[in-house]
């Protein structure tokens, strides 16, 4: 990062102070005053990393989250908090993670006094998020938490108001926000080079297999798909369109006797009315084979994203003027791009992109839609 | 076509039995008595056309029905029925229509007395579809009609009777069910070579232009882009799945202000449930830019036609063991297949394959998309 401009400095303290209101939030960098004994937020040197901590070792950490470190330029991996110490160490030693630096769920609050953790990354069930990530923040730590964010609004709420307690960030783990693929088709919608956005289809899905898995349990999940993938379609809807719902249809199946969907919900298609006029037609199962897409229909034109939200190989095809073509854009790492803009909040004070009332956002709208197939009426929000 | 053999002609006397059971029903072709006494139906000779009239001579008979008759082996324009009695004469030129052949909505009724004329195809506005098919069934005509059938169920229900009276064919014009990419789609989705279907995504609509057009009133049209548009969205949904939906939930926009959507529906997204656990999520608009495609989605692989029901350029591509594959079929002329399927149910006395029945079921479903929609609750079939 090169010496600051004290146009620059002005901006990025006024963006200190706007960014959340937080009052006591911790601030990466030196706190100077001005000579008008105004705080001055002195940015950390170039290169510096803030000390994660993966709060849960199962396929997503090992697979994507850690491996997407060696991309990041303001993140590093420092802990591990883990029920399996014999996987933790092997990583540890993987990751060059200090091996004192793996606790388990007993030791968990422990994290407070170890001063290389800045921020904890809960890659825990659905049902574990709110106590992890409240707990993280009473350790004095900032937390990402993947989504959805919890598995009710009113644990949501819990999070949040933990995190404005300990004057600490929290941030929901919605990937795509981050990534240039899904940021271009929203610059696209809503700067309205496809007309005005009429209808915005999305569908998110795949067949699921192993029936004993965390995500079929109601207490560990919060629910079946729509909590797990369909929130991709309804995120898709929500920030392509950069509205809030008020109307929502649903219609919800689950195959008789199949041994997947005791608990919880296989498919479950929603339907949202935003209050500009835009709708929203979304799928969400754990039944169908692998849907990932959506697509913004304007007056003018469209934009389809298939893949839309996979971790990689996106593809965007864009309708205008009579001729479709197809968009590329520069491949990054999702992953490390979520990490990186954590880290940049937490060491600039500034508010994430997709903070805590984000998910409880999307909570609200999930048992909208719940309701809203338990009850065969539209429901309002 | 060949001299018959014993056998087939067996076959063809049971069709002719089991065709339709319509009492007195008008059959091309000599009718004889065998051995036994038993009546022997004896096709007409090879090469043998049907005579049509054409009930209108709007931009969709002009561009697209009166070319396809040289693509017809069983059917010939032999009559129009046109207010426009310039534009009749250019055309009966350029088609070889004998003058005497052309008819106007005064002396309509006086075709009974053309022999030359053995079907009627209705190409009017929808709100005439009921009364220039029953004059023409009351002339002793066979009648394919335009969709929708009509406006309301019970409009189709007075065709169907009438139909019954005079034991005359009626059908629906629905092109899509004769031609070989939609009858290949159905016949992968209903032999599960996807696995079982769990969802349908079906999406129909344009951006509508001309203000003043007949498809924007709604005493002529009956409703808005679900009639006109959607319509195409629902048959594909019910003809993939082979079913009839029991539930329906439906939202609908109008632009306010925009001149067009004064009296009928400009955007209208439904949701149906079908017996078998098949859910449908579907798309109906004249307010954004167009839109023709359908996906099935099974337990197994979806297969996707985009377009799906356009007049040509048909494109199907099917996901099955982690591969798309584009698969190309033989190019045939929708409306030529169409009326030589309704030349051949008169000429063999056979049910057709899209009756009266199949269009007031579309109707009655519409009815309660539109319920579904004003009311905010889910309407059961």
Redesign the interface.
Known sequence: MPVLSKKEITRRRFISKVGGGIVGASVSGMLLKDANAQQLVVPDPPGKKLGWAIVGLGSLSIHEILPAFAKCEKSKVVAFVSGHPDKANKLALRYGVNPKNIFNYQNYDTIKDNPEVDIIYIVLPNGMHAEYTVRGLQAGKHVLTEKPMANTPAECQQMIDASRKAGRKLMVAYRCRYEPYNREAIRITRSHE??AT??I?A?HGF?IGDPTQWRLKKDLAGGGSLMDIGIYSLQAARYLSGEEPN?V???M?N?PGDPRFKEVEE?I?F?L?FPS?V?A???S?Y???G?NHYRV??????LELDPATSYRGLRMRV?RGNVTEERELPVRDHFALEMDHMSECVMENKEPLTPGEEGLRDLKVMMAIYEAANT???AKL
Chains 1, 2 share one sequence.
């Open positions: 496809l007309g009429k209808v289809l569908d067949n109307e249809n649903a219609v199946y195959t498919t298609n339907q009315r006029g709708l037609n979304c799928t199962s039944g169908y084979a849907q229909v304007g007056t003018e034109g469209w309708y065969g009426k539209t």
